[in-house]
């Protein structure tokens, strides 16, 4: 089983419609939980942190389930610009190590 | 916000030739810089930790011999792909840890190096 396993899509939105996808981690002791973005061919960019009690960001939100060790990422009002491949990302055995998902492609049509 | 920046950022070479590629955080000191790569359709793999003055930490099927790394500075990392092969052909990014962070996820990430092994 992989470490970080994410639905490698690719997810095809209409624009303005909510779209979500989930992240599962193997390692019950993980604390840091992110999501990225990578833009085709760029660097990842850091998304958003996912905090216990869940949390928002304008159109993103974020949630964790420590009890079934997935994070997940909700997309609202969903812009073109939004098409990406989203990373997910957990420590791991030391705080600034980290384990990267394979990434989840979004495209966004009009 | 932080800046990393990478050279080159595109690089063909033939094989059997060294490649170096420079990671540098331009407004801040990264005491700790990660190096990673990326095959097509696939997650970054970490490659090896660089603290500056020391060592750097290979992970498991890493080569050392192979990639070498330089932390000479509190601004600098270097890697350098020795003897390189058309297998080694990918994505290198580097990433730099704003020093007094304590949190995981504060990595900045430079451009990537894009190495094409003819």
């Known amino acids: 089983r992989k470490e970080v396993e994410q639905d490698p899509g690719p997810f095809n939105v209409p624009e303005g419609a909510t779209v979500a996808f989930n992240c599962t981690y193997s390692?019950?002791?993980?604390?840091?939980f992110f999501w990225y973005r990578q833009d085709c061919r760029k660097e990842p960019k850091l998304l958003m942190s996912?905090?216990?009690?869940?949390n928002e960001d304008g159109r993103f939100t974020a949630q964790l389930n420590r009890a079934s060790q997935y994070i997940s990422l909700l997309i609202r009002d969903s812009k073109l610009s939004d098409s990406a491949t989203y990373l997910c990302?957990?420590?791991?055995?030391?705080?600034?190590?980290?384990?990267w998902g394979a990434g989840t492609k979004l495209i966004i049509k009009p | 916000g932080a800046v990393v920046s990478q050279h080159p950022s595109w690089v063909i070479c033939k094989s059997g030739t060294s490649v170096k590629i420079e990671c540098r955080s331009l407004?801040?000191?990264?005491?700790?810089m990660f190096w990673y790569r990326q095959f097509p359709k696939q997650s970054l793999m970490l490659m090896a930790t660089s603290n500056e003055g020391s060592k750097a930490t290979y992970e498991q099927g890493v080569e050392k011999d192979k990639f070498l790394i330089n932390h000479a500075s509190l601004t600098l990392s270097t890697l350098t792909v020795t003897s390189a092969h058309p297998e080694d052909s990918s994505f290198y990014i580097c990433?730099?840890?704003?020093?007094?962070?304590?949190?995981?996820?504060?990595?900045?990430f430079g451009p990537g190096t894009r190495l094409t092994v003819l």
């Open positions: 996912v905090y216990s009690s869940g």
């Open positions: 990433s730099a840890r704003v020093r007094t962070s304590g949190l995981a996820g504060e990595q900045f």
């Open positions: 990302v957990v420590n791991g055995d030391s705080n600034y190590q980290l384990i």
């Open positions: 407004d801040f000191q990264a005491t700790t």
């Open positions: 390692n019950s002791a993980s604390q840091s």
